[in-house]
């Protein structure tokens, strides 16, 4: 995102269960990394998009999601300028997954100060495209000259039918150092989300970190 001129929400695209969409990795305060879960109700459908998939949450879920944040990081430096915040955010009335997802994601970019041009998936009148000519006619629609890949879009990308429409395909692989990981229950180092920068960095640190990972841990 850090990259980018303009930054597209796939919001109306597959909802993959138990990814990153709806858990993420915090650190407890014993170092152990724990995934941070918002439950989804599916229905009988095949397939579901993200702003498709409701919020399975209950009345105590919010109030959990919070304690597990604040017992993980009450004590890490920039707890107390944004923990409010996040709090606020997980307590507001979401009827989907996508609309807790969007609502977080504009709070880092604004804390951040990245100030870019954001933009729906679902508001872009493309018909029918699958995978890789979603993505190209979503390029196509917004006027691009570069694209920024995943490099797991590898296997469907029709790189041909970006450069026929002059668009640069460019594959793009965050890495971070292992000392800005943590060790899950099985001793295997994971990524943690970006919950835990903000409350260990200030904003022009974490944007230093996004840029170059590999600078000495915290």
Not at 174 to 201: M, Q, T
Request: proline fraction near 5%.
């Amino acid at each position: 995102m850090l990259r980018s001129d303009v930054f597209v929400f796939l919001d109306d695209v597959q909802f993959s269960k138990n990814s990153v969409g709806n858990r993420v990795h915090i650190r407890r305060k014993d170092g152990v990394a724990a995934y941070l879960t918002a439950p989804v109700r599916l229905s009988k459908k095949a397939f579901q998009n993200y702003n498709e998939v409701e919020l399975d949450i209950g009345p105590r879920w919010p109030d959990a999601a919070i304690n597990a944040i604040r017992d993980a990081y009450q004590k890490s430096p920039f707890f107390k300028k944004i923990f409010q915040d996040i709090a606020d955010i997980i307590l507001m009335h979401h009827p989907h997954l996508a609309s807790l997802n969007i609502e977080l994601i504009y709070y880092v970019i604004q804390y951040l100060q990245l100030n870019k041009p954001l933009v729906l998936s679902s508001s872009i009148p493309i018909a029918g495209a699958q995978k890789s000519d979603l993505v190209f006619e979503i390029c196509k629609q917004l006027g691009a000259t570069k694209y920024l890949s995943g490099t797991g879009a590898k296997k469907y990308n029709n790189e041909q039918q970006f450069t026929d429409q002059g668009i640069a395909l460019v594959y793009t692989q965050f890495s971070i150092a292992d000392g800005y990981k943590a060790p899950d229950v099985n001793n295997e180092l994971v990524n943690l989300s970006i919950l835990h920068f903000l409350f260990h960095y200030e904003a022009e640190k974490i944007k230093e970190l996004i840029h170059c990972p590999t600078v000495p841990a915290y």
